[in-house]
């Protein structure tokens, strides 16, 4: 951090302005503020508890990729951090200024570049709110299938970065599977652009590198994604189980059987009575599970019926396809107040994901790891993105009234997360699925990968020679405190 008071401090507000234009370079204690907090629980309580926080020294907007690529060069002469910031909805730390610096907020780079019918592809910059994205490509007459819970709030760079999802992930893949090419700006300001396509023998996958490097390798300024037709129908049913166990024998046989629907949720026997029954009035016990296909309206009715043939094969009750639908139509009601956990209550997102071998030793063990060591918390799950081979576990863990002292609540949070992941790892689940590494996860990262996370580190330390791009992210290099 540079102190205000000083000229080298003017001199710096200087080069970035002449480069994107003074009223372009913010240094106000609001905009700073807007730039100290995202949705990682630890600055909010801090913040919430009266507590100082990390603040950038200053938060600017390029509105091109010459001028990121400025910016950069401009932060290497100083050797100050770099935080690339979307919409700072990132639940990992991800974005936020820990060593002052400067916090580059893309948002004005939101142009929708081109849109290739014949590939069915769209450019975009990358600082476009990813539901601007979804507008525009639906105005002419496609879809990107990318319907994330926080679709309003998030960018396209920010999913890239974070290797991010939406509902629709089981058929239209994760954003690392949407993405065609990229430009990105590397740490010391060289613009490069990955291959033009995603599918090559051309040596390793650099966009693959890029993807969820969360802003430590460099800005992506631009990608290419896929754009799909809006289907002609998309079908939704319901089923409740006895336990969650038939519910997961139900849908991995789903998945092992290769019927392709476009979504599949599991919630859990406690997630089911807490929040199934908040938000889509079921009051039953049992494991809720819902799926959905779309696509031309026979071969939905076709899936439909087998993966409801599959569910039937076990005890249960059917709940047919109008709580499939509401399912579907208050799908986002899950993730926002009052259904969703807020101040003061302590929570996080347990997100991990592995094989269907693995996946319930994986929920066992971080649920008896909480119920053993942590009294005080609640733990609930569903498991939310389905693979061919297995699924994500989005579990959490919730503690309504934390301690008082926002120390105090810290380390209980940390130790939560440090033991509840580290069971997880052990019955074959990683740090995470889709929600990145950020601040709060970095210490594992050596221990997830053993010698291979050397590979990353070698590669962080060649690109970003001065670390300035967001130090101390994903388990990299930090500045010292
Ligand atoms: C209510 C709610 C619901 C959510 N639901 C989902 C969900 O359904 N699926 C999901 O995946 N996530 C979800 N999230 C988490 C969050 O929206 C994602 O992690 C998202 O990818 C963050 O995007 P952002 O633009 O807000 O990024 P930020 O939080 O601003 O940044 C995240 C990381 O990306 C880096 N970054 C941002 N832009 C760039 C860029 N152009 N180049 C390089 N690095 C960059 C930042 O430095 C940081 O490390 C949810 C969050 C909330 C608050």
Known sequence: MISANNYLYEMVRSELSWVVGEAHVQTGESDKLGHSIDYYWVPEVWHDRGQKLPAPDFVVYPASTKEVSEILKIANTHNIPVIPWGGGSGSQGGALPIYGGIAMDMKRMNKVLNIDPISMTATAETGINTQHLEWAIEKAGYSTMHFPASIACATLGGFIANRGTGVLSTKYGKIEDMVMTMEVVTPTGEIINTLPVPRHASGPDLAQLFLGSEGTLGVVTK???????????????????????????????????????????????????????????????????????????????????????????????????????AWWDHRYKFFYPPYMFHLPQAFGTLDTVATFANIEKVYWAMKNTVRENFPQATFIGHFSHWYEWGCMLYARFIIESPPKDPREAIALYNKIWDMAIRAAIKEGGVINEHHGVGLKLGRIMKELYGPAFKVLEDIKKVLDPNNIMNPGKMGFRTKGI
């Open 223 to 325: 990608a290419t994604i896929k754009i799909h037709p809006i289907p002609e129908s998309r079908k939704f049913h319901a089923f409740l189980f006895k336990t969650m166990h038939e519910a997961m024998v139900a849908g991995s046989k789903i998945m092992t059987s290769r019927l392709r629907p476009c979504v599949i949720r599991l919630y859990d026997e406690p997630e089911t009575a807490k929040l199934i029954k908040r938000v889509l009035g079921i009051d039953k016990k049992g494991a809720y599970l819902v799926f959905g296909f779309d696509g031309p309206t026979k071969t939905v009715d076709l899936e439909l019926e087998q993966a409801c043939a599959i569910c039937r094969e076990k005890e249960h009750e059917d709940l047919g396809t109008e709580m499939g639908q």
